[in-house]
């Protein structure tokens, strides 16, 4: 399975374990690595800049042949963070970086600079153009497979186009829960996979218990979009609280989101509320269950330890 994906972060697979905000930890990524991979933890998932630090120091201390580590920013400017964590994975160094939400200019620019390669999420082909000219190296092709916030072009549709339209390495994100979607993947022209939903019902995870069950006894079918969460389409597992509060937003935040000045503050405020729901959910028992998860859930049988997922994927 050698993939120019593979020879630039040196790893065994063309797999990137996905960054996943509450989920991703330095244990996941660690056995990840181990077992011939790269992983990737969102930089939110650390409250402090100090404790971004230190996480970065313990990856670096387990880093292993065939393995490969990064971080994920939010380059927009709903995160405050941004700034100060860029610099500190600069100053401390990691294999690569995956931008979302935002231009990734500048981070390009500072990451190169220091040796880390860039990979840039992109749902068209308009902005793969844009992160393509702007240096970086790979896009991340996040379909409508996707967990979370998701495309709306089909893997087929969207791998296809931008291998075809790009001279840089195309990654597939969304819609791969065993080796042969991994497979169709590649034969659409994806140089490598991104991974997420199925490493959520790993031992290493972050989450409850319950959060690691509930992607075992649900499947493809109980996936849902919700507005609940962010204002804008995620999904998430069709528990029954997320089928209590419904799936759209209130009609007070429709009306609100029709008045320009006041749109930015209703977002944020859905965004806030959202995210400590998903929050509590992941990290504590509550019959408040939003958990997020992607279609691909449907092959996810049992918890495993992140080694026994990766050796599915692959055999």
Known sequence: MQTKLTELL???????????????NVAMVTEAMKAGIAGCIPALNYRTL????????????NKVKGGSYGFNLIVNKSNVKYKGQLEVICE????????????????????????????????????????EQLGADAAIAVNNEAGGHRGNLSPEDLTSLLNKELSIPVISAGGVGCKSDIDRMLNY??????????????????????????????????????????????????????????????WIENLLNRNKS????VKMIRFSIGMKATENAAKKATYKTVWVAGPSIEHTTEILPVSAIVNKLVN
């Open 92 to 131: 401390e160094g990691c294999d690569f970086i995956i931008t979302s939400l935002g231009s990734p200019e500048e981070t390009i620019r500072q990451a190169h600079a220091v040796g880390i390669k860039v990979f840039c999420d992109v749902t068209d082909l308009r902005f793969a153009k844009k992160v």
């Open 189 to 250: 022209g994806a140089e490598g996979v991104s991974v997420g939903s199925p490493f959520i019902a790993s031992i290493e995870a972050g989450v409850t218990d319950d959060y690691k069950q509930a992607c075992v006894d649900y499947g493809e079918k109980d996936i849902i979009m919700t507005e609940r969460i962010s204002g804008t389409p995620c999904t998430v597992i069709n528990t029954p609280y997320v089928q209590k509060i419904g799936t759209k937003s209130t």
């Open 50 to 61: 100090d404790e971004l630090r230190t996480a970065i120091k313990e990856l670096k201390a």
């Open 262 to 265: 006041l749109k930015k503050w």
């Open 10 to 24: 040196d790893i065994k697979y063309p797999i990137i374990q996905a960054p996943m905000f509450l989920v991703s």
